[in-house]
């Protein structure tokens, strides 16, 4: 649980991260929502490879965590920096083909009223 205040309502909440559907396969969107107005904040889209990802880089932190050797600081040093390349990366990705979708439906709906 997070105490985060709404950039909306000014409010302070104690809040955690939702997810819901994405309109791509296999992806949620992660996200804050205030309690009180509603506000949503997309904090991130969270993929299968993601996913994987992370548990790779938890593997390493527990190996780091039982033996803290220099081979298994590398390692987990190797897995942050490919945890964060490949988040950065999956985030890109998505928050330009959400922005193309928003662009695509819009035309549409422009197109439409136009009929």
Not at 29 to 49: A, D, K, T, Y
Not at 65 to 73: A, D, E, G, P, V
Request: proline share 3%; net charge neutral; charged share 25%.
């Amino acid at each position: 649980m997070l105490n985060v205040q709404c950039s909306e309502c000014k409010k302070v909440s104690e809040l955690s991260l939702q997810t819901q559907p994405s309109p791509f396969e296999n992806v949620v969107q992660v996200f804050l929502e205030c309690p009180h107005c509603g506000s949503r904040i997309r904090n991130h889209f969270l993929s299968v490879e993601l996913i994987q990802k992370q548990l790779e880089l938890r593997h390493a932190v527990t190996q780091w965590n039982k033996h803290k050797t220099r081979l298994n600081f590398n390692r987990l040093a190797k897995e942050r920096q490919a945890y964060a390349v490949l988040f950065d990366s999956e985030q890109e990705k998505y928050r330009s083909m959400l922005e193309a979708l928003a662009s695509f439906e819009k035309a549409v709906a422009e197109h439409g009223a136009e009929s």
